[in-house]
């Protein structure tokens, strides 16, 4: 027998299964890597998820407080939950800048710069109320974390809240709430937004009405894309 030959023999195969360990590692070191990506991108979503659901319940309770919804069908009313001035930029916790009014703009006429009243009461398989789609309101803006004492909420997300007419009234006028009796009467629509790591975002949108007693409640919600 050549020992040379067979010690030669056992080098090889003492090589090649050490690439195949190595391999075998780096594959199961690549799994675990992706499974925990995959873990921490469905957290990041359910965590929007219950953020946007966070302030569209804020917004709810808070304008049950409000007497003339006009005031928020028109813009004149905001939240004391509004952090920040309108035109400036929110730096979000993925480094990306989001500018509150091109969020609005998106919502009434799906562009960033502003929207004509034509583009408005144009026709889409989104809008497609016409004259009375909704003409989106900002309502309120800021830190979900800031929603209560500090280190209460430790949260990386920012919310934003809409509201926006009843798309179902037939008065013609988005910025007004329907008359007493008529369709649509007390009934507004609250649309709040997510935004955190990694680009994670979600949205809500809630139909709220006020009910005989005066207090309000959603008698439709929905997710949004």
């Keep these: 027998m050549d020992l040379r030959g067979a010690g030669g023999m056992v080098l090889i195969a003492v090589l090649l299964l050490t690439l195949l360990i190595s391999a075998l590692g780096v594959a199961l070191s690549l799994t675990a890597s992706s499974e925990a990506l995959i873990a921490a991108n469905f957290r990041e979503r359910q965590e929007a998820r219950y953020a946007a659901a966070a302030a569209a319940e804020r917004a709810i309770a808070e304008i049950e407080g409000v007497a003339d919804w006009n005031q928020l069908l028109d813009g ?22 989001l500018v509150l009014e091109q969020l609005r703009n998106l919502a009434s006429c799906r562009k960033e710069t502003a929207c004509s009243s034509a583009e408005m009461d144009s026709v889409t398989n989104e809008r497609p109320w016409g004259i009375n789609n909704p003409r989106w309101q900002l309502f309120a803006a800021g830190w979900l974390r800031d929603m209560a004492a500090a280190g209460v909420i430790d949260s990386a997300y920012y919310t934003v809240v809409m509201i926006g007419d009843d798309p179902l009234e037939t008065d013609g006028d988005p910025l007004r709430d329907a008359p007493p009796a008529q369709a649509g009467a007390a009934v507004v629509v609250v649309r709040a937004y997510a935004f955190g790591p990694r680009g994670a975002r979600h949205a809500v949108e809630a139909t709220v009405a006020r009910i005989r ?11 949004r894309r």
């Design 213 to 223: 007693d005066g207090r309000v409640r959603a008698i439709a919600w929905h997710d």
């Design 76 to 97: 004149r009313m905001r939240s004391a939950f509004f952090s920040g001035s309108l035109p400036e930029p929110r730096m979000l916790t993925d480094g990306s800048a």
